[in-house]
C-alpha cells in the first residue's frame, strides 16, 4: 500500500516532540514491511520541501495553520499519487481527511485536548477548536478506525462520541539508549524533557525546586526543550528566587537527553495531558522514576504508581512526592528498579507489527 500521514509536524521541526516521533516509529514499521510511506507536515525555515529519510518520503508545505488547507487541497487533488489509506493524526483538530477522499481513513491520536484549548487559545478560538474536536471530527470520521496509545485517551474518545469497537490501542516503545559513562550526579537533581509550552506547566516543577530549597539546598532542575514559553518560565525562576539553580538546555541531542535522564534522581512531569509520555520510558531506561499528575491520563499507563514512578493530583503532592524520593535512597532505588523494568517491557517492534495491522484493518486487505 501507499499510505499517507497528515500530521501537523515531524521530529525535525522545532516543535516536534514524542507525539511526532511515535508518528515516524510507525511509518518506518511499515515502510520495513514493504510499503511506500509519505509523511505531509508543515515546513520551516530550512526545511527540505521533499525528502526521504529511513524509508518515509516527506513532504513539508504551509505553516502552523496553513498545513492544514495545503494537506487538504493536496490530498483533493492528488498531489500525493495514488494513495491507498490515509492516516490523520489529530493534534486537536483533524485534516478533514474525509471531505477530500474515498480512500479509507485512519485516525490516530494521542489525546483528547479537552482542558488544554482554554489554556492555549483561551475565548472563542478555544471553543470553536473543542467544538471541532469533540463534535465535528467524531461525526466526520464516523465510519473510521481510530488508533490511540492508551486506554485512558480511548476512554475519553468514547465520551465524545467515538464508537469503543472501532478505537484500538498501540503503545508507545521505548529505544534502548546509548551507552553512557559516569555516574549519577552526587547532589540532588530534578528535570524535565518537553516542550516550553504553557499546557506543559514546567512552572510547577520550578515551584517544586523552590519549594524545597530549605530541605535540599544543594537541589538543582535541568529543563531540555524549548518553545514560545520559555522567557515566561525564566521570569517564573527569578520570581521564585531560585533562576541560579534551573538550567535551560534548550533543544537537545540525544547524547545529551539521555546524559540529563542518567544524572537525575527524579524526573517530574507537571503535564496537564499526556496520551502516554515517550520520556517517562527513556528516563526509565536509566533508572530514574518520574513524578507526574494522575489526571494527565496517559501517565496512568506509562507509570505504575509506586512501583515505575508516582501519580499525584495536586502541586503540592508533587513537591511532597519528589522531596519523598529525593531523602529517601530506598526508595529512589526501588522506584528507579521499576521504572528500569517497566521501559524494558516496551518495545517499538511490537508496537508497529500491531499498528501495521491495524493498517491493514482500516485498509480493509
Not at 511526532?20 to 514499521?29: I, T
Not at 496553513?66 to 498531489?79: E, P, S, T, W
Not at 524533557?193 to 517544586?208: F, N, S, W, Y
Not at 511532597?320 to 528507579?336: C, E, M, Q, T, Y
Request: glycine fraction near 10%; hydrophobic fraction near 40%.
Amino acid at each position: 500500500m501507499h499510505v499517507l500521514f497528515c500530521n501537523w509536524r515531524d521530529t525535525s521541526h522545532p516543535e516536534g516532540g514524542g507525539s511526532e516521533f511515535y508518528v515516524e516509529q510507525m511509518a518506518r514499521g511499515l515502510a520495513e514491511r514493504g510499503h511506500r510511506v509519505t509523511i505531509a507536515a508543515a515546513s520551516f525555515p530550512g526545511a527540505a520541501k521533499v525528502e526521504t529519510t529511513g524509508g518515509v518520503r516527506f513532504v513539508r508545505s504551509g505553516a502552523k495553520f496553513g498545513v492544514y488547507l495545503q494537506i487538504f487541497a493536496r490530498l483533493l487533488l492528488r498531489r500525493y499519487g495514488r494513495v491507498d489509506l490515509v492516516v490523520d493524526v489529530q493534534n486537536g483538530l483533524p485534516f478533514f481527511t474525509r471531505w477530500a477522499t474515498r480512500k479509507p481513513v485512519l485516525v490516530l491520536l494521542h489525546h483528547v485536548h479537552r482542558e488544554q484549548w482554554p489554556v492555549v487559545y483561551p475565548g472563542l478560538v478555544g471553543r470553536v477548536g473543542w467544538w471541532i474536536e469533540s463534535r465535528l471530527a467524531p461525526r466526520m470520521y464516523r465510519r473510521s478506525r481510530y488508533v490511540t496509545v492508551s486506554q485512558a485517551t480511548r476512554l475519553e474518545l468514547v465520551d465524545i462520541g467515538v464508537d469503543r469497537d472501532r478505537v484500538a490501542i498501540v503503545h508507545n516503545g521505548t529505544i534502548p539508549a546509548p551507552r553512557l559513562g559516569g555516574p549519577r550526579s552526587t547532589t540532588p537533581r530534578l528535570c524535565v524533557l518537553g516542550r516550553l509550552v504553557p499546557h506543559k506547566q514546567v512552572e510547577h516543577a520550578i515551584d517544586t525546586l523552590a519549594d524545597l530549597t530549605e530541605e535540599h539546598p544543594e537541589l538543582t532542575l535541568d529543563i531540555a526543550g524549548d518553545g514560545w514559553w520559555g522567557q515566561e518560565l525564566r521570569a517564573h525562576a527569578e520570581a521564585r528566587g531560585v533562576a541560579d539553580r534551573v538550567r535551560f538546555h534548550g533543544f537537545v541531542d540525544e547524547a545529551t537527553k539521555h546524559r540529563l535522564l542518567a544524572e537525575a534522581w527524579v524526573m517530574a512531569m507537571p503535564s496537564l495531558k499526556e496520551g502516554w509520555g515517550l520520556v517517562v520510558g527513556e528516563a526509565g531506561l536509566h533508572g530514574t522514576p518520574t513524578v507526574a499528575y494522575a489526571s494527565a491520563g496517559g501517565t496512568q499507563e506509562s507509570i505504575d504508581h509506586k512501583d515505575s514512578g508516582v501519580l499525584v493530583d495536586t502541586p503540592e503532592q508533587l513537591t511532597k512526592a519528589i522531596g519523598g524520593i529525593l531523602a529517601d535512597p530506598s526508595w529512589r532505588r526501588f522506584l528507579g528498579d521499576g521504572a528500569r523494568t517497566k521501559a524494558a517491557s516496551l518495545s517499538w517492534e511490537a508496537s508497529q507489527s500491531r499498528f501495521a495491522e491495524e493498517c491493514a484493518r482500516a485498509a480493509g486487505a
